[in-house]
């Protein structure tokens, strides 16, 4: 974990585009930080997760940080998306107040497990408890500090949908938390494990992506967005696109 002074950071890059969630589609320079709480079994970002990885990774001040977005982006305010691992467990409050002076918003995701006063001053927080297929539990009351901290700030719930029981966890979350959007991922097992034949994978994505559709119409769940990972459509596992 970084001292108050940095941030560990996994990897910085783009401009490229956002492949999922509220802003699929839109320009942005991804600052990806390092270290996570969870492990999850279908993780496609080991990279920044494990500890292994960690001698790749580099404590960068803010000022260092925010140097280098400005550079990839060419000086013209964007979005930059906080990612990770888990970038709520990294100190972030004052990227975003450097970012903002300049023009730039934030969007931040993470399982929302750990909770910060400074997402109050991100521009979107995209919240996305693991369902049961990542082995991983959800802290309830940890998930309601994290919306309860964005009092500012748009939120929303992006589910990753393996499976019926995920499903029926991603029905129960957005139960829970009826007044937020709920966008609904199908899960990419095949691009988690390894590149593969990326013929087969694509039309794995395919299935996979018709079958939530089909649950989602079919439970007449029409509050919910499906949406497919576009960067895993355009590049599959490729890093820093």
């Keep these: 974990m970084s001292n108050p002074e ?3 950071i996994s990897e910085i890059f783009g401009p490229t585009i956002q492949g999922e969630g509220a802003c699929i589609g839109q320009p942005t320079v991804f600052v990806r930080t ?3 709480d969870y492990h999850c079994s279908w993780c496609d970002t080991l990279h920044a997760v494990e500890g292994v990885y960690r001698r ?6 803010t000022e260092e940080i925010f140097t280098q977005v400005v550079i990839l982006s060419g000086g013209r305010p964007l979005m930059i998306s906080l990612s990770g691992g888990n970038p709520a467990i990294q100190p972030l409050g004052e990227l975003l107040k450097l970012g903002k002076a300049e023009g ?3 969007g931040l995701e993470t399982q929302g497990s750990i909770a910060k006063e400074w997402f109050a001053e991100l521009d ?4 996305s408890p693991k369902p049961p297929s990542s082995g991983m539990t959800t802290d309830w009351q940890k998930l309601k500090e994290c919306i309860d901290a964005a009092e500012k700030t748009q939120v929303i719930l992006k589910l990753v949908v393996l499976d019926e029981a995920d499903f029926s966890f991603a ?10 959007p709920v ?3 199908p899960c990419n097992p095949a691009f988690s494990v390894k590149e593969g034949d990326v013929e087969t994978n694509l039309q794995s994505m395919a299935f996979q992506l018709r079958w939530l559709v089909d649950k989602v119409l079919v439970a007449k769940w029409y509050k919910a967005s499906v949406l497919p990972q576009l960067h895993v459509l355009l590049w599959g596992q490729k890093r820093g696109v």
């Design 6 to 8: 940095t941030v560990c």
């Design 104 to 106: 730039y918003t934030f």
């Design 56 to 61: 790749n990774w580099r404590e960068m001040t």
């Design 124 to 127: 979107l927080l995209t919240l």
């Design 34 to 36: 390092g270290g996570c």
């Design 183 to 185: 966008y609904l991922q």
């Design 171 to 180: 029905q129960q979350v957005s139960g829970c938390f009826p007044h937020l």
